[in-house]
């Protein structure tokens, strides 16, 4: 068995690099099954490719699956989104956290064990990927300051609801200024007394060249940023106010919103929601 797996070496593999548990990066996946294959679809993911094609990968440490039924779909914003065309698109939302510093490890492991996982007749092919790319940390901003979960607990706290924000800066030189303006000036005042707890900012990185066939090169790698905004309240519950976010970004003249999507979590071990899709 040893010379099969090779798990000889897994010790000396232990024994090097980073191993904090900061979230230094993350894949961010947003996918629409075909109609007609929404329940296959949820099985495969949650029974299958939650674990296989994820979870059981070294050094991706936390996971969580979200959806967005047709109702919150509705809320998306704005109508011509240069992420998801149509901006409804993409009913299936996964996001999970990498341990910082083992970007290039998971990426050699990811490509492999997708090759085999597709080699062998376990990937779902009736379904489109709208939004996925995997991502550098840049920041957290928290409404509570040093009370409550960190961000590398937010996979596994019981959010009540998650708000997809993609902006896209003017040009690449205009997105550190982009980055800051939300780290200390906008996010803060949008956190206080609001039902998010934080929210997490990353910028996406290209995808390998040797990637699956089926998952399209990352757009914007030079100029887009994006935050997920962690929430305590369903999101149709607090929505008036992210109304304003679109404006918001304009107005600060340092780029503009290009998809806002709410969700809600999964539960696991179900098809909840699934019949709500449509």
């Known amino acids: 068995m040893s010379e099969e797996t090779r798990s000889e070496v897994y010790a000396e593999l232990a024994a090097v690099g ?3 548990v900061r979230p230094g990066h ?32 070294p050094w991706m440490y936390a996971g969580r699956r ?45 490509v492999g064990i997708n090759k085999r996982l597709n080699r062998d007749g376990r990937v779902y092919q009736d ?17 509570d ?18 708000v997809v924000e993609v902006v896209d800066a003017d040009g690449p030189g205009e997105r550190a200024a982009l980055l800051e303006w939300l780290r200390s000036r906008h996010l803060p005042k949008r956190l206080a007394g609001s039902p998010a707890a934080m929210v997490t900012v990353f910028r ?4 390998p060249g040797d990637r699956m066939t089926y998952v399209k090169q990352v757009e914007g790698v030079d100029t887009r940023l994006t935050l997920l905004w962690f929430l305590e309240a369903d999101p149709r519950t607090c929505w ?14 340092l780029g503009r919103l290009e998809l806002l999507a709410p969700f809600i979590p999964t539960v696991p071990g179900t098809d909840r929601y699934v019949d709500q899709l449509r």
Request: hydrophobic fraction near 35%; aromatic fraction near 14%; charge should be negative.
């Open 18 to 20: 980073p191993y904090g």
């Open 204 to 207: 996406p990185t290209p995808l």
């Open 145 to 162: 300051g040093a009370a409550g979960p960190r961000d590398l607990h937010a996979l596994d706290h019981p959010y009540a609801g998650l």
């Open 66 to 110: 979200w959806v967005a039924t047709r109702e919150l779909r509705e809320l998306r914003s704005p109508q011509e989104s240069a992420v998801a065309r149509p901006v409804t698109a993409g009913c299936y939302l996964s996001t999970y956290w990498i341990t910082e510093g083992r970007y290039d490890d998971h990426m050699k492991w990811t």
């Open 240 to 253: 008036e106010p992210f109304g304003q976010e679109g404006d918001l970004v304009r107005e600060s003249g």
């Open 26 to 57: 993350a894949l961010i996946t947003m996918v629409e099954p075909h109609p007609g294959h929404e329940f296959a679809y949820n099985r495969w993911y949650e029974d299958d490719h939650y674990y296989a094609g994820a979870m059981a990968m």
């Open 127 to 143: 379904r489109t990927h709208v939004f996925t790319s995997f991502q550098d940390h840049e920041a957290t901003v928290y409404r």
